[in-house]
């Protein structure tokens, strides 16, 4: 597999993690590698076992909002959090793979441009006022709190300030002497307590989307395009105009934006894509499931809604745009590769691990055994020991 490099390359279809090996050594060779998979469940799957058989590899995973089309209400912080700082480092170039559900790539994104324009760092011993760092903290969405608890809040209280940057594990306390960041610390947010110091932190956009003053006029104007009637009597309106994001306001993320971009837009030119499983069902699947839940849900005229293809990709517009990119499946016939064969122990046969020894003497290929603990490893080997192996 690290040897592909054409535009349209096939892998035999793989059982069990030889999925993950096959991805590992594409990565290698090809990097970067972007995989998307049809099913979101192996998403999490594959990255995990990407690491454990090359752990020299930076992994991303591009979580879904975990809503459905057209919701009422919001994904969690955490997972958009975790959204903007993934797309930010694909933005970069600062990974090796990528994994992305096929579901998620449908979903129109921000321009690679707003998320740079609202990106900044903060340096310890950088000159800095501290109205201006309000400024910067309320423009890029962040809310002021009394405690800080989550991603895209913060506090200041005397010459503290603390921070809690999207795409963070943990917040930040800035300790300001005059105009000057005189140190910058993470901290537990339950006990306060301080972890380590850091010379510099990244701060993302709070939403994948602006909510300044400029954000607000280009949604009022877009909206107005968009439907009919008497914006003043549809609350999404009202709460955008009045600063307030409310619940669902991600299915009206084109609105902010004169252009919306795609998870293509992000990725490097040189990138190879892959597909992992039945892409294209699933991709078909969910579309039929947005145009489903459209029809459904459009006829509350407080609550218009924006056509799908305004929110997402078809199948069709996926692939186009995948064919842009050096391309690498993971599928195709499913009698080239085969599962082990039945390997457990026999116990109560003369040599319970015959079956073992049998497969053993009949493959050229190196076997690993895992075990879960080092104290299971020790028990195995002496186990195999008892009956003649010796690993």
Request: net charge negative; hydrophobic share 40%.
């Amino acid at each position: 597999m690290s040897a592909v490099v054409e535009k349209n390359a096939n892998a035999a279809r793989l059982h069990g993690s030889s999925d993950a090996l096959a991805l590992a050594r594409l990565s290698q060779g090809s990097r970067p590698a972007v995989v998307f998979c049809a099913q979101a469940t192996e998403a999490q799957r594959l990255k995990d076992e990407i690491a454990w058989f090359a752990p020299q590899l930076k992994g991303l995973l591009l979580p879904d909002w975990e809503t459905l089309p057209y919701d009422h209400f919001s994904p969690h912080h955490d997972l958009v959090s975790e959204r903007l700082a993934t797309l930010y480092r694909i933005m970069r170039e600062d990974f090796d793979v990528a994994i992305v559900p096929a579901a998620t790539a449908l979903t129109r994104l921000g321009p690679p441009s707003f998320l740079a324009a609202h990106s900044f760092f903060l340096k310890a011993g950088e000159a800095i006022e501290l109205e201006r760092l309000r400024a910067q903290l309320t423009l890029a969405g962040y809310s002021h709190v009394t405690q800080v608890v989550a991603p895209g809040e913060y506090c200041v209280r005397g010459g503290l300030v603390d921070l809690f940057p999207m795409g963070s594990a943990l917040p930040y306390r800035l300790d300001l002497f005059d105009s000057e960041i005189e140190s910058i610390r993470s901290f537990d947010p339950d006990s306060q307590r301080t972890v380590y110091s850091v010379p510099e932190i990244r701060l993302l956009p709070a939403r994948e989307f602006p909510m300044d003053e400029a954000g607000r006029k280009q949604f009022r104007r877009s909206y107005r395009d968009a439907f009919e009637g008497d914006p003043s009597k549809s609350r999404i309106y009202k709460d955008v105009s009045n600063g307030v994001a409310p619940a669902g306001i991600e299915y009206y993320l084109p609105l902010f934006f004169e252009r919306t971009a795609t998870i293509f837009d992000y990725l490097p030119k040189g990138a190879t894509v892959c597909m992992h499983g039945q892409v294209h069902q699933a991709l078909t699947e969910f579309w039929r499931d947005a145009q489903s839940r459209h029809q459904l849900l459009q006829g509350d005229r407080a609550r218009p809604l924006l056509p799908p293809a305004e929110l997402f990709l078809s199948a069709e517009d996926f692939f186009v745009r995948a064919k842009a990119f050096k391309r690498a499946d993971i599928e195709g016939d499913a009698h080239s590769a085969h599962p082990l064969p039945e390997l457990a122990v026999e116990r109560r046969a003369a040599d319970p691990l015959h079956r073992l020894k049998a497969f053993l003497s009949g493959t050229p290929a190196r076997v690993m055994l895992l075990a879960e603990s080092p104290g299971r490893r020790e028990t195995l080997a002496q186990y195999l020991a008892e009956y003649g192996l010796k690993p």
